[in-house]
């Protein structure tokens, strides 16, 4: 009966990794034995696995030969043949040590990918809003340690009277119990003042965000989806525009659904709802509300922070918060 063969997608690679050359084909071929004993012994699966960490073994090693080293491919393969084969005949002959050290590896392998991922999406891709450098937080010190938030009545200022900001946009986050009393699930909101969509610059790829109308005191209740939640609980049904959910008891009509890299302001918010400013009365004392700004064209962070702090005297506008 034909030995089995390893998974011919990760031959392939391999093959691609070592090169042509007798060394090469020495390697494929004690890999393709071993994996042949490996799949004898135990679960397909855990062969698999097993040939695959092969794989990164073999390409990490050239790389990192090359680059310390200086190898040479006839002086890589020999060395890297010699190593293999020790290696390889050990794990085979003690296979729970190899399951172990597969799934660790494995474990390790995965751990290192969601890092970098939240490395890259922290650190290093673009922010996900319309010329990101042009925005700023504006927080408020009231005399104490630490920065707050703005007043509604502070925030209403911050609107009418600076010239250096563009456009200033209010936000704070909270809970909500989602659906009917059969199946409840509690999920992460934020609060929006209708300025925020205009000064974060960022469309949905569905239907709309709300108005300054529907973001009035008055107003019937609307909500603005995010798609992660928008696939889970909906399936990503390209219809939701219009239809109506229950959040703490409301029922709220869906008007549209924000990228998944909308995650303003902050990974995991669920949707987004007016946040309905008394405008009439505001408040002066109760510094709750978050704001994000965006500087005038032509104008300069240090404008901007000269003029909130005669503004509002214990303002300060910096990059903090939403260029994290």
Do not use: C
Not at 116 to 126: D, E, G, I, T
Not at 275 to 284: G, K, Q, S, Y
């Amino acid at each position: 009966m034909k030995s089995p063969m390893p998974p011919r997608p990760l031959e392939r690679l391999l093959e691609m990794l070592l090169g042509k050359g007798s060394g090469s084909r020495a390697i494929l071929g004690d890999l393709r034995e071993e994996f042949s004993v490996a799949r004898a012994q135990g679960p397909v699966a855990l062969a698999v696995v097993w040939y695959g960490v092969q794989v990164v073994v073999v390409g990490s090693r050239i790389g990192l030969g090359r680059l310390v080293h200086g190898w040479r491919d006839g002086e890589m393969m020999g060395s890297m043949l010699q190593d293999l084969r020790y290696g390889v005949r050990s794990l085979v002959g003690a296979p729970l040590f190899t399951a172990v050290a597969v799934v660790t590896l494995a474990i390790g392998v995965g751990a290192t990918t969601a890092i970098y991922s939240v490395v890259h999406a922290v650190l290093l891709a673009p922010l996900p809003f319309a010329e990101p450098d042009r925005l700023v937080e504006i927080g408020i010190n009231t005399g104490g340690p630490g920065w707050y938030g703005s007043s509604p009545a502070q925030f209403i200022d911050f609107q009418e009277q600076l010239e250096t900001i563009e456009s200033v946009g209010g936000y704070t986050t909270g809970l909500r119990t989602v659906g009917d009393s059969m199946r409840p699930r509690r999920v992460e909101v934020a609060f929006l003042t209708y300025s925020t969509w205009e000064t974060l610059g960022v469309p949905p790829i569905r239907g709309r965000v709300f108005n300054e109308e529907e973001d009035q005191p008055s107003a019937s209740p609307v909500v603005v989806l995010s798609e992660g939640f928008w696939r889970q609980a909906y399936g990503g049904d390209p219809n939701v525009i219009g239809r109506t959910l229950q959040a703490n008891g409301t029922t709220a009509t869906i008007l549209g659904v924000m990228p998944g890299s909308f995650a303003f302001p902050e990974v995991g918010i669920a949707m987004w709802i007016p946040f309905r400013m008394n405008r009439e009365t505001p408040t002066r004392g109760n510094h709750f509300v978050n704001v994000v700004a965006r500087l005038s064209a032509d104008r300069s962070i240090e404008e901007a922070h000269a003029e909130v702090s005669r503004s509002a005297g214990t303002a300060h506008a910096s990059s903090r918060g939403v260029m994290r």
